[in-house]
T-cell receptor
């Protein structure tokens, strides 16, 4: 079974440009999460989808970030316009609905975003 | 969610048993204790989860005392490939109102030497 995949693995863009990150969760996983780690900091939660609905977007830093999950399958995270402080590694994770107390999340390898 | 405290780093040698202790004094009744492992250039990977006493799987053991204010992840006979960052997380219990988001701390960087 394929794990969580993310594309691209690395993106280098200039300040002010737009970048779209993609995450394909494990098939059948209703829960999809975005996290990010900026340089020297801890991994931080961004938002949580249940199917196509945003369950919790309390971690989104500002309105330059837009996440979508059309059809409840893959998700995209768009940064527009990108700023220098957006540089970091963006992780996507998925988990099954009704995982109960387990909440075992499966992480993708991450997308390393560099804004110059 | 309860805050966790764990050592920033640890060193060990191949073949040794490694114990990483995590403090979570404010753990709630419904909270579970979960450990994740992260290798460089990879996303975190679930290792083990427990509520109380002892849990063991093919990778590690998790020891939780009766008061649940701390927990210890035990890695038997580590190898070089166990060099990674280990995160202790607390939460996710039924009725806790948590949506499942994970709150990561700094983690413990384990360096296994030959």
């Amino acid at each position: 079974e394929a794990g969580v995949t993310q594309f691209p693995s690395h993106s280098v863009i200039e300040k002010g440009q737009t970048v779209t990150l993609r995450c394909d969760p494990i098939s059948g996983h209703d829960n999809l999460y975005w996290y990010r780690r900026v340089m020297g900091k801890e991994i931080k939660f961004l938002l949580h989808f249940v199917k196509e609905s945003k369950q919790d977007e309390s971690g989104m830093p500002n309105n330059r970030f837009l996440a979508e999950r059309t059809g409840g399958t893959y998700s995209t995270l768009k940064v527009q316009p990108a700023e220098l402080e957006d540089s970091g590694v963006y992780f996507c994770a998925s988990s099954q609905e009704g995982a109960g107390a387990s909440y075992e999340q499966y992480f993708g390898p991450g997308t390393r975003l560099t804004v110059t | 969610l309860a805050k966790t405290t764990q050592p920033i780093s640890m060193d060990s040698y191949e073949g040794q048993e490694v114990n990483i202790t995590c403090s979570h004094n404010n753990i709630a009744t419904n909270d579970y204790i979960t450990w994740y492992q992260q290798f460089p250039s990879q996303g975190p990977r679930f290792i083990i989860q427990g509520y109380k006493t002892k849990v063991t799987n093919e990778v590690a053991s998790l020891f939780i005392p009766a008061d649940r204010k701390s927990s210890t992840l035990s890695l038997p006979r580590v190898s070089l490939s166990d060099t990674a960052v280990y995160y202790c997380l607390v939460g996710f219990g039924h009725g806790s109102g948590n949506t499942g988001k994970l709150i990561f701390g700094q983690g413990t960087t384990l360096q296994v030497k030959p």
